[in-house]
Protein backbone atom coordinates (compact mmCIF):
# COMPACT_ATOMS: atom_id res chain seq x y z
CA UNK A 1 0.00 0.00 0.00
CA UNK A 2 1.08 3.49 -0.76
CA UNK A 3 2.28 5.52 1.84
CA UNK A 4 -0.08 8.87 0.83
CA UNK A 5 -3.21 6.93 1.30
CA UNK A 6 -1.61 5.45 5.05
CA UNK A 7 -0.92 9.29 5.95
CA UNK A 8 -4.56 10.27 5.18
CA UNK A 9 -5.70 7.83 7.21
CA UNK A 10 -3.39 7.82 10.28
CA UNK A 11 -4.12 12.07 9.69
CA UNK A 12 -7.48 11.93 9.79
CA UNK A 13 -7.91 9.06 12.67
CA UNK A 14 -5.39 10.71 15.23
CA UNK A 15 -6.86 14.28 14.50
CA UNK A 16 -10.02 12.77 15.73
CA UNK A 17 -8.35 10.81 18.28
CA UNK A 18 -6.85 13.60 19.62
CA UNK A 19 -9.74 15.82 20.07
CA UNK A 20 -11.59 13.53 22.37
CA UNK A 21 -8.80 12.97 24.26
CA UNK A 22 -9.04 16.83 25.03
CA UNK A 23 -12.70 16.21 26.71
CA UNK A 24 -11.61 12.77 28.44
CA UNK A 25 -8.46 14.35 30.19
CA UNK A 26 -11.68 17.17 31.17
CA UNK A 27 -13.75 14.33 32.25
CA UNK A 28 -11.37 12.87 34.22
CA UNK A 29 -11.21 9.56 32.34
CA UNK A 30 -7.84 9.07 30.98
CA UNK A 31 -7.86 5.99 31.06
CA UNK A 32 -11.18 4.61 29.76
CA UNK A 33 -9.94 4.95 26.26
CA UNK A 34 -6.84 1.95 26.97
CA UNK A 35 -9.51 0.55 28.38
CA UNK A 36 -12.68 0.68 25.88
CA UNK A 37 -10.52 -0.12 23.14
CA UNK A 38 -10.22 -3.74 24.97
CA UNK A 39 -14.02 -4.22 25.20
CA UNK A 40 -13.85 -4.25 21.30
CA UNK A 41 -11.66 -7.62 21.31
CA UNK A 42 -14.42 -9.83 21.81
CA UNK A 43 -16.46 -7.97 18.31
CA UNK A 44 -13.05 -8.22 16.45
CA UNK A 45 -13.19 -12.21 17.42
CA UNK A 46 -17.41 -12.50 16.48
CA UNK A 47 -16.60 -10.75 12.99
CA UNK A 48 -13.98 -12.90 11.97
CA UNK A 49 -15.66 -16.13 13.09
CA UNK A 50 -18.44 -14.15 10.82
CA UNK A 51 -16.16 -13.19 8.27
CA UNK A 52 -17.08 -9.73 8.05
CA UNK A 53 -15.35 -7.11 8.67
CA UNK A 54 -13.53 -6.70 12.26
CA UNK A 55 -14.07 -3.00 12.43
CA UNK A 56 -17.76 -3.87 12.64
CA UNK A 57 -17.89 -6.22 15.42
CA UNK A 58 -15.54 -3.50 17.03
CA UNK A 59 -18.00 -0.95 16.51
CA UNK A 60 -20.83 -2.90 17.89
CA UNK A 61 -19.65 -3.98 20.78
CA UNK A 62 -18.01 -0.69 21.42
CA UNK A 63 -21.76 1.49 21.00
CA UNK A 64 -23.33 -1.73 23.14
CA UNK A 65 -20.81 -1.02 26.15
CA UNK A 66 -20.91 2.13 25.75
CA UNK A 67 -24.41 2.13 26.19
CA UNK A 68 -24.04 0.16 28.98
CA UNK A 69 -21.89 2.18 30.79
CA UNK A 70 -24.34 5.12 30.65
CA UNK A 71 -26.75 3.52 32.09
CA UNK A 72 -24.86 2.29 34.92
CA UNK A 73 -23.91 5.46 35.48
CA UNK A 74 -26.83 6.94 36.09
CA UNK A 75 -28.43 3.57 37.45
CA UNK A 76 -25.84 3.46 40.53
CA UNK A 77 -22.91 5.58 42.27
CA UNK A 78 -20.07 4.13 40.49
CA UNK A 79 -17.64 6.17 38.58
CA UNK A 80 -17.37 5.96 34.91
CA UNK A 81 -13.91 4.69 35.09
CA UNK A 82 -15.02 2.10 37.83
CA UNK A 83 -17.80 0.93 35.13
CA UNK A 84 -15.50 0.51 32.21
CA UNK A 85 -13.29 -0.88 34.44
CA UNK A 86 -15.54 -3.73 34.59
CA UNK A 87 -16.69 -4.02 31.22
CA UNK A 88 -12.89 -4.05 30.31
CA UNK A 89 -11.90 -6.63 32.19
CA UNK A 90 -14.59 -8.94 30.91
CA UNK A 91 -14.15 -7.98 27.17
CA UNK A 92 -9.94 -8.71 27.41
CA UNK A 93 -10.86 -12.29 29.20
CA UNK A 94 -13.65 -12.97 26.29
CA UNK A 95 -11.26 -11.66 23.19
CA UNK A 96 -8.48 -13.56 24.68
CA UNK A 97 -10.27 -16.74 24.40
CA UNK A 98 -12.30 -16.45 20.99
CA UNK A 99 -9.65 -13.94 18.67
CA UNK A 100 -7.69 -16.72 16.97
CA UNK A 101 -4.25 -16.62 17.46
CA UNK A 102 -3.10 -15.93 13.91
CA UNK A 103 -5.44 -12.63 13.82
CA UNK A 104 -4.31 -11.32 17.90
CA UNK A 105 -0.94 -9.58 16.70
CA UNK A 106 -2.81 -7.46 14.54
CA UNK A 107 -5.39 -6.65 16.32
CA UNK A 108 -3.65 -5.74 19.64
CA UNK A 109 -1.12 -3.38 16.99
CA UNK A 110 -3.03 -2.96 14.06
CA UNK A 111 -1.83 -2.74 10.57
CA UNK A 112 -2.64 -0.24 8.44
CA UNK A 113 -1.06 -1.46 5.94
CA UNK A 114 -3.80 -3.85 5.06
CA UNK A 115 -6.26 -1.18 4.53
CA UNK A 116 -8.77 -1.75 1.17
CA UNK A 117 -9.97 1.55 -0.72
CA UNK A 118 -13.09 1.64 0.94
CA UNK A 119 -11.58 1.23 4.54
CA UNK A 120 -9.95 4.25 3.58
CA UNK A 121 -13.29 6.15 2.32
CA UNK A 122 -14.83 4.70 5.37
CA UNK A 123 -12.32 5.97 8.18
CA UNK A 124 -12.08 9.16 6.56
CA UNK A 125 -15.80 9.50 6.75
CA UNK A 126 -16.68 8.63 10.09
CA UNK A 127 -13.27 10.99 11.33
CA UNK A 128 -14.53 13.79 9.57
CA UNK A 129 -18.11 13.12 11.01
CA UNK A 130 -16.63 12.64 14.44
CA UNK A 131 -14.66 16.18 14.78
CA UNK A 132 -17.89 17.95 13.38
CA UNK A 133 -19.84 16.57 15.64
CA UNK A 134 -17.66 17.16 18.24
CA UNK A 135 -16.89 21.19 17.31
CA UNK A 136 -20.75 21.30 17.34
CA UNK A 137 -20.95 20.42 21.31
CA UNK A 138 -17.81 21.12 22.69
CA UNK A 139 -18.72 24.48 24.68
CA UNK A 140 -21.46 22.72 26.00
CA UNK A 141 -19.35 19.37 26.68
CA UNK A 142 -16.60 21.27 28.55
CA UNK A 143 -19.05 23.13 30.64
CA UNK A 144 -20.58 19.67 31.38
CA UNK A 145 -17.37 18.84 32.65
CA UNK A 146 -16.65 21.36 34.55
CA UNK A 147 -19.66 21.49 36.46
CA UNK A 148 -22.87 19.52 35.60
CA UNK A 149 -24.66 21.90 37.83
CA UNK A 150 -24.38 24.74 35.89
CA UNK A 151 -24.44 23.21 32.55
CA UNK A 152 -28.18 21.87 33.82
CA UNK A 153 -29.09 24.81 35.32
CA UNK A 154 -28.70 26.58 32.05
CA UNK A 155 -30.73 24.17 30.17
CA UNK A 156 -28.25 21.77 29.35
CA UNK A 157 -29.01 18.13 29.13
CA UNK A 158 -26.31 16.91 30.99
CA UNK A 159 -27.54 13.08 30.09
CA UNK A 160 -28.34 13.47 26.59
CA UNK A 161 -24.75 15.09 26.44
CA UNK A 162 -22.98 12.59 28.48
CA UNK A 163 -24.35 9.65 25.99
CA UNK A 164 -23.12 11.70 22.75
CA UNK A 165 -20.04 11.88 23.86
CA UNK A 166 -19.73 7.97 25.10
CA UNK A 167 -20.93 7.15 21.68
CA UNK A 168 -18.43 9.57 19.41
CA UNK A 169 -15.67 7.96 21.99
CA UNK A 170 -16.42 4.66 20.95
CA UNK A 171 -16.24 5.17 17.47
CA UNK A 172 -13.34 7.09 17.93
CA UNK A 173 -12.01 4.04 19.62
CA UNK A 174 -13.03 1.69 16.73
CA UNK A 175 -11.42 3.64 14.04
CA UNK A 176 -8.22 3.89 15.38
CA UNK A 177 -8.06 0.08 16.75
CA UNK A 178 -7.24 -0.63 12.83
CA UNK A 179 -4.53 2.34 12.48
CA UNK A 180 -2.83 1.39 15.70
CA UNK A 181 -4.68 -1.80 17.41
CA UNK A 182 -6.02 -2.24 20.95
CA UNK A 183 -3.34 -2.06 22.95
CA UNK A 184 -1.97 0.91 22.43
CA UNK A 185 -5.34 2.74 21.12
CA UNK A 186 -5.49 4.65 24.87
CA UNK A 187 -2.74 6.16 24.03
CA UNK A 188 -3.51 7.49 20.57
CA UNK A 189 -6.58 9.79 22.41
CA UNK A 190 -4.35 10.75 25.34
CA UNK A 191 -0.81 11.07 24.53
CA UNK A 192 -1.41 13.90 22.57
CA UNK A 193 -3.95 15.63 24.58
CA UNK A 194 -1.90 14.90 27.60
CA UNK A 195 1.06 17.22 25.44
CA UNK A 196 -1.39 20.08 24.73
CA UNK A 197 -2.66 20.88 28.33
CA UNK A 198 1.27 21.34 29.45
CA UNK A 199 1.26 24.63 26.90
CA UNK A 200 -2.49 25.22 26.68
CA UNK A 201 -4.05 28.50 28.39
CA UNK A 202 -7.61 28.00 27.12
CA UNK A 203 -10.38 25.43 26.08
CA UNK A 204 -9.30 26.57 22.07
CA UNK A 205 -5.74 26.57 22.33
CA UNK A 206 -6.12 22.93 24.21
CA UNK A 207 -8.04 21.57 21.17
CA UNK A 208 -5.45 22.91 18.21
CA UNK A 209 -2.39 21.86 20.34
CA UNK A 210 -3.72 18.84 21.07
CA UNK A 211 -4.87 18.02 17.49
CA UNK A 212 -1.73 19.48 15.63
CA UNK A 213 0.35 17.16 18.02
CA UNK A 214 -1.39 13.89 17.15
CA UNK A 215 -1.19 14.98 13.54
CA UNK A 216 2.50 15.06 13.90
CA UNK A 217 2.56 11.78 15.51
CA UNK A 218 0.75 10.02 12.92
CA UNK A 219 3.16 11.59 9.98
CA UNK A 220 6.04 10.51 12.03
CA UNK A 221 4.58 7.17 12.60
CA UNK A 222 3.64 6.16 9.41
CA UNK A 223 6.45 7.78 7.40
CA UNK A 224 9.05 5.89 9.66
CA UNK A 225 6.86 2.38 9.86
CA UNK A 226 7.12 2.27 5.89
CA UNK A 227 10.79 3.31 5.70
CA UNK A 228 11.05 0.50 8.46
CA UNK A 229 8.70 -1.92 7.53
CA UNK A 230 7.57 -1.75 10.94
CA UNK A 231 3.81 -1.03 12.47
CA UNK A 232 3.22 2.76 13.21
CA UNK A 233 1.43 2.51 16.27
CA UNK A 234 4.53 1.62 18.66
CA UNK A 235 6.25 4.74 16.51
CA UNK A 236 3.53 7.53 17.10
CA UNK A 237 3.50 6.74 20.65
CA UNK A 238 6.92 7.12 21.45
CA UNK A 239 6.69 10.39 19.46
CA UNK A 240 3.83 11.39 21.06
CA UNK A 241 5.59 10.77 24.18
CA UNK A 242 8.67 12.91 22.75
CA UNK A 243 6.28 15.75 22.12
CA UNK A 244 5.06 15.54 25.72
CA UNK A 245 8.33 15.43 27.33
CA UNK A 246 8.88 18.52 24.93
CA UNK A 247 5.62 20.55 26.07
CA UNK A 248 6.35 19.64 29.79
CA UNK A 249 10.35 21.28 29.12
CA UNK A 250 8.58 24.16 27.31
CA UNK A 251 6.33 24.72 30.52
CA UNK A 252 8.77 25.11 32.86
CA UNK A 253 10.71 27.41 30.64
CA UNK A 254 7.65 29.61 30.18
CA UNK A 255 6.99 29.68 33.54
CA UNK A 256 10.54 30.88 34.54
Do not use: C
Not at 52 to 81: C, H, N, Q
Not at 167 to 187: E, W
Not at 237 to 242: F, N
Amino acid sequence: MEILPQLLVGVFISAAASLLGVFAILKRMSLAGDALSHVALPGIALALFLKIDPFLGALAFLFFSAFGIWILEYRTKLSVDTIVGVFFTASLAAGALFIPELEILEALFGDIGKLTSSDILISVFLSLALILVLLSVHKKLALHMVSQDLASSIGISTKRLEFIFLMLFSLGVALGIKFIGALLMGALIIVPAAAAKNISRSLNSFMIFSVAFGILSAIFGVYFASIYNLPPGPIFILTGTAIFILSFIGRGILKN
